[in-house]
Structure formats: structure tokens, C-alpha cells
């Protein structure tokens, strides 16, 4: 699941290293970068957002003044190099209070509280030819696309659906389930072994594409053990 977000700071070069961190997270969908509070409340009301990310010290309107504007809030994440607004940051149930220059980890760690908080729940339901039937995050080995259906391995059963791969996916936390192939989706805890161009889990081979490998190659690389 992507996060909706946008940057609300007067300052360009603060907006551009905002936006580079939010492009590494992987999960952030950066809706708009706006440059003052009129701005940002066009986008609000234009389309869904998840999450803000909002300077204080701007011109015109303050961040904490625009923040008591808004009738529904999304999740906050305060960006300043003024401390001393904290205590009013959090009166107003702000998310998180990032102090500029902001840090890599610094940022990971507001940001990783934004996704918990928006994490969908750990199960969907999918429509079958004989009605519905209840799927956990935790039971699924992988999703394959397969015509206009998918079908969906778990630890209990085979399951098939006529729902496409993509709109599963969007209901996946990406943390936990990864797509290694146009048609295959695979839960990445449940991986056992990587073989030439195949995966083992379970007892099933599942291909995954070179278009596909380097995130792959990426989490298997962080878990190796070396010498």
C-alpha cells in the first residue's frame, strides 16, 4: 500500500531534499510539493492524502495556523528548524516532529509510525464461485496471474478469484509481499530458496523476471550472513 503525500515548505532547497527522501522510502507517493498553505489546501481539496509533511515558519499562512484550518486532518509530519514549536505541534496531534537538517533515520523512523498507522488490515476477502472466502496476509505463499483471474496459494489451499494481480497487490503491505514476475506476486517471508531464475516455496517453483530482480536481490542481500 503507497502512503498520498505532499510537502508543504517555502523553501526550495528544502522541498528538493524532501523530496529525494521521500522518492528512497518506497512507499510514499508524492502527490505535490507546494511551496505555501493556499497551495496545499487546493491539493486537500482536490484528491485524498494520507500524509503532510509540514513547515511551520512560512509566509502568509503558518504551518500550525493552516494545520487548525483544516476540518479533516490527514496524518502530520512536522518539518522546522524551530524547536520551540513542539509542544503546540503535539496539542494538535501531529504525528511527528522532524528538526531540520532532518537525517535519513530520522526520517525512516516518522515515516515507518506514518505506514503502521495506515496499514490496512491483515486480511481481505476475495469473491469465489461459491461466495467469499477470507484470506490472511500470513497464510498467502504467492498470487498468480493467470488470464483474467488470479490464484491465490496459501498455506491451507488453492484459492482462485476473478480479481486482477494489481488490484490484490494494492492491498498488500509491500514490506511483507513482493511482485518478482508480471504474473507472480510472492509473500517475501515465505521464500526459501533462489536458484538460477526460480524461487522455492513450499513445494512450488515460482520464476521471477530480471526486471524484477534487483529489489529481490536487495532483501536476500540484507539478511546474508557473511564471513
Excluded: W
Excluded at 11 to 36: H, I, Q, T, W, Y
Excluded at 71 to 84: D, G, K, M, Q
Excluded at 139 to 156: D, P, V
Amino acid at each position: 500500500m503507497m502512503i498520498r503525500c505532499i510537502i508543504v515548505d517555502d523553501e526550495p532547497l528544502a522541498r528538493e531534499g524532501m523530496e529525494l527522501l521521500v522518492k528512497e522510502a518506497g512507499f510514499l507517493d508524492l502527490r505535490a510539493s507546494c511551496s505555501n498553505a493556499i497551495e496545499a489546501n487546493r491539493v486537500l481539496a482536490e484528491q485524498p492524502i494520507d500524509l503532510i509533511f509540514l513547515d511551520i515558519q512560512m509566509p502568509r499562512v503558518r504551518g500550525i495556523d493552516f494545520l487548525k484550518s483544516l476540518e479533516v486532518r490527514p496524518l502530520v509530519i512536522i518539518t522546522t528548524a524551530y524547536p520551540h514549536y513542539a509542544l503546540e505541534g503535539f496539542e494538535l496531534n501531529v504525528l511527528d516532529y522532524l528538526l531540520k537538517p532532518i537525517t535519513t533515520e530520522r526520517f525512516l523512523k516518522a515515516v515507518n509510525r506514518a505506514r503502521e498507522a495506515v496499514l490496512p488490515e491483515n486480511f481481505f476477502f476475495i469473491k469465489t464461485h461459491n461466495g467469499y472466502e477470507k484470506i490472511l496476509h500470513q497464510e498467502i505463499l504467492f498470487i498468480e496471474a493467470s488470464q483474467n483471474y488470479s490464484i491465490i496459494q496459501t498455506s491451507r489451499g488453492r484459492f482462485m478469484t476473478l480479481t486482477a494481480l494489481r488490484a490484490i497487490e494494492e492491498q498488500l503491505p509491500p514490506a511483507k509481499f513482493l511482485r518478482v514476475h508480471k504474473s507472480y506476486i510472492v509473500s517475501v517471508d515465505k521464500i526459501q530458496a533462489l536458484s538460477g531464475n526460480e524461487l522455492t516455496i513450499d513445494k512450488h517453483k515460482v520464476p521471477f523476471g530480471k526486471n524484477y530482480k534487483d529489489p529481490l536481490m536487495k532483501i536476500i542481500d540484507g539478511r546474508l550472513i557473511r564471513k
